[in-house]
């Protein structure tokens, strides 16, 4: 089993940036994918970015040139760098990890007041 710890999460005013990150813990012994989801009040779950076990990188449009995600695969740990926040990146923000399959974190919630 693969546990994951989010942190970082926040209020912030719009135009900030806030760092996420998420650190895996468990049994891994050959850690894959990682991504970052988010959840908006009364939406679905939507992706947010992936990056692979070799750092290959993925954004949702909406996202792209505002986040960065990374990762460090010594600290089995993904990062989402947020930069110039909108109110609509409110939302409660997912780690997933792939082992086999996908797990999933508890969330963080990130609030960008206006």
């Known amino acids: 089993q693969v546990q994951l710890a989010e942190s970082g999460g926040g209020l912030v005013q719009a135009g900030g940036s806030l760092r996420l990150s998420c650190a895996a813990s468990?049994?891994?012994?050959?850690?894959?994918?990682m991504a970052w989801h988010r959840q908006a009040p009364g939406k679905q779950r939507e992706l947010v970015a992936t990056i692979t076990s070799g750092s290959s990188t993925s954004y949702a449009d909406s996202m792209k040139g505002r986040f960065a995600i990374s990762r460090d695969n010594a600290k089995n740990t993904v990062y989402l760098q947020m930069n110039s926040l909108k109110p609509e990146d409110t939302a409660v923000y997912y780690c997933?990890?792939?082992?086999?399959?996908?797990?999933w974190g508890q969330g963080t919630q990130v609030t960008v007041s206006s």
């Open positions: 468990g049994v891994i012994f050959n850690l894959g994918a």
């Open positions: 997933a990890a792939r082992q086999s399959k996908w797990y």
